[in-house]
């Protein structure tokens, strides 16, 4: 099965890679044969023993930083061009929720959700366009690939209520 979803040799980044999904889509590139994965997290400690522990599987590699900001997504596409000429795999995975009932939901939240889930792919990618283009060879294209979770980790209690 390995042969059939090799990613021999090619390089990815996954944004909000230190945990969860991320953490299990980083680990899942490795094992099938990805030369390098970028993961990014803002808590730069946490980014960091995540790739210590990925590194098991493969070369894994930290660059700590905020993707809910132009600056941060301007400072990560500068340090993965500083050390790749290409990308192969783009994986928009860092998100957020806010935990409050939509008639009290404040305005500081639905920028912080809107800047994280929406605005962070679409900039990165645009960002990252040069590199990803750079990763088209031969017989294959490079990847975008956007993770949309509200649930990735747990599940909210009255979820089915709705369905009993």
């Not at 730069?44 to 590194?55: H, M, V």
Request: hydrophobic share 45%.
């Amino acid at each position: 099965m390995k042969n059939l979803f090799s990613l021999d040799g090619r390089v990815a980044l996954v944004t909000g890679g230190s945990r969860g999904i991320g953490f299990m889509i980083a680990q899942g590139l490795l094992e099938f044969g990805c030369a390098r994965v970028y993961i990014s997290a803002r808590k730069a400690s946490q980014c960091d023993e995540a790739a210590r522990q990925l590194s098991q599987f493969g070369e894994c590699i930290s660059i700590p930083g905020d993707v809910s900001t132009l600056e941060g997504i301007k400072a990560l596409v500068a340090e993965i061009e500083k050390r790749e000429p290409a990308l192969d795999i783009l994986v928009n995975n860092a998100g957020a929720a806010w935990g409050e009932a939509w008639d009290t939901f404040p305005e500081s939240g639905w920028d912080k959700v809107v800047d994280l889930n929406l605005k962070a792919p679409f900039f990165l990618t645009r960002e990252l366009t040069p590199l990803l283009k750079a990763g088209v060879r031969n017989d294959h294209l490079a990847k975008v690939i956007n993770i949309a979770s509200i649930d990735g980790i747990s599940v909210n209690m009255l979820e089915t209520y709705s369905y009993a």
